[in-house]
């Protein structure tokens, strides 16, 4: 069984920044897919940002671009999402998800593996 960690949600002003980290609990950590997606309250789960370590390609929300960064560290099995320039709209709660298989999807259901989330508010 796969687990995901996240950690680093908090308080910020807008304008800020935070980096959200997610421990793999596997030393295969190339061999995933590993994807950012966020919840709002009232809204549904969307994609922020994903990548595969192995294809050195990342891919974002179109209103993230320019402000979050996805990337991983091979050696710490941990994937990042460090967020700049945060606005009130980025409050959520943040998730990490996992897949073996190639490819990048955008929906929830692509992705097998998800951790138990971390909140992120940007107070305005």
């Known amino acids: 069984q796969v687990q995901l960690l996240e950690s680093g949600g908090g308080l910020v002003q807008a304008g800020g920044s935070l980096r959200l980290a997610c421990a793999l609990s596997?030393?295969?950590?190339?061999?995933?897919?590993l994807g950012w997606f966020r919840q709002a309250p009232g809204n549904e789960r969307e994609f922020v940002a994903g990548?595969?370590?192995?294809?050195?390609?990342?891919y974002y929300l179109d209103s993230v671009k320019g402000r979050f960064t996805i990337s991983g560290d091979n050696a710490k099995s941990t994937v990042y999402l460090q967020m700049n320039n945060l606005k009130p709209e980025d409050t959520a709660v943040y998730y990490c998800?996992?897949?073996?298989?190639?490819?990048?999807?955008?929906?929830?259901?692509?992705?097998?593996?998800w951790g138990q989330g971390t909140k992120v508010t940007v107070s305005s």
């Open positions: 596997r030393r295969t950590f190339s061999s995933y897919t």
């Open positions: 990548f595969r370590w192995s294809r050195d390609s990342t």
């Open positions: 998800a996992a897949r073996v298989e190639f490819g990048v999807p955008r929906d929830v259901a692509g992705y097998k593996y």
